[in-house]
């Protein structure tokens, strides 16, 4: 399945940086800006009003200072909400000495609550919003309903603080809207992708659950007939080849419905693996020994080779998943070439390399290809939901390995799984035999 075109963007986390950074970049050298400029006046004019607000101003400016330290570890909740709480101890402090920043004030509570919203979670932001209330309720009583305290400022000098007051608080809060617009718009293009997405998805997965479902229907079709007829054309190999037909369908209808699950049980976190210690040569001879009569409808050989075997703790029946998932994308798309599986040790791993000669995939879409309903090919020529190979990769990594595609265009693919080895001594569970019959051709 192919994907919408993507637009760049950045991560939620890096936004999230991007935000705090921004704020403490900004608000830093204004915080350091007004204590100087309280400083100098209140010297100056021997202003207590003016002395109370450079203590306020400098509390704030310290938590600034201490908030970019921890922003800069990567502790981003921690950093807000020092700064948060920091900007409400000088707001409530200010409103007791600066009686005539009452606006600025309330502007300041409030973009407090901008700042940390991002960042905490509900308990803490509950508590946060609560506490920025109080303090806009304390500004009110004291700047409101009652006279200044202290003696306040001349004129003059109030007008052009409360512009260069008012200037900061808007242009901060317009800063941090403009990044949360940024992760809106970004919010709204991924949901829109989504949306593309599944629409996709249901679209190719009627179709690809319909696909079995309509030669199924033919054969049970062609069955009763034979059944119900008295000719003597009729035979039993006939009927048992309709059956067999009938199989392989019911067969890729139920692969289909549990790649769908797998997908949901993944989405979920509910994908279960019970690792027992396995015979990784024994389970690829088996599972090898199982596609060659599919490999044969498909025109290609099949060659194994595993010289010694190899112990590792993985889930039997979802690594079986893995190496039928990876056969049946080279059998798929091999064009009739032949398919080598190939099992070796590297340094205390197992790898596990499965290489068609095939058509091949793009660079670009090496990566890609693991991702849910991902593909590299049109939908209209290859069959498929594009679930296989992000199922695999999730496997693989929750067994502690990894898996990796390389190719180009009309060169074939080869996908190599690298799983940690366990200890040589093999458990008595494990048989070390495939069922009898015919067997791959080993290297």
Known sequence: MTSPSRIPEFSEEELKRLRLGQFLQFMLPIAVGFLVLYAVFAVVLRSVSLVGGTGAVLVYTLALARSRRLAAQGHSERAALLSGY??????????????????????????????????????????????????????????????????????ALQRWVIALAELASVGLMLRMMWVDALRLRQSLARAEQAVAIR???????????????????????????????????????????????????????????????????????????????????????????????????????????????????VDPFRFEQVLDNLLSNALKYGAGKPIRVRLEPLEGRALVTVRDEGIGIPSAALERIFHRFERAVSGRHYGGLGLGLYITRKIVESSGGGIVASSAPGQGATFTVDLPLAEADAPEAISESPPTGSRPRLS
């Open 86 to 155: 920091a900007l409400l101890v000088m707001v409530a402090l200010g409103a007791i000495f600066v009686h005539f920043l009452f606006a600025a004030l309330v502007v300041m509570a409030i973009a407090g609550v901008v700042l940390v919203q991002p960042y905490a979670e509900r308990p803490a932001l509950a508590r946060y919003m609560f506490a920025a209330f109080g303090v806009v309720a304390w500004v009110v009583g004291v700047d409101v309903l009652l006279p200044p305290l202290v003696e306040q400022p001349p004129p």
């Open 199 to 313: 629409d996709e998805f249901l679209s190719v997965a009627s179709h690809e659950l319909k696909t079995p479902l309509t030669p199924l229907k033919l054969k049970l079709q062609a069955l009763r007939r034979e059944l119900a007829a008295t000719s003597p054309s009729a035979s039993p190999e006939r009927s048992l080849g309709h059956i067999e037909m009938a199989q392989r369908q019911v067969k890729k209808l139920v692969e289909l419905v549990d790649d769908l699950l797998d997908v949901s049980r993944i989405g979920a976190g509910r994908l279960e693996l019970h690792p027992e210690k396995v015979n990784l040569a024994a389970l690829l001879q088996e599972v090898v020994w199982r596609f060659e009569p599919e490999a044969a409808r498909a025109g290609s050989a099949l060659e194994l080779e595993a010289p010694q075997p190899l112990m590792a703790w």
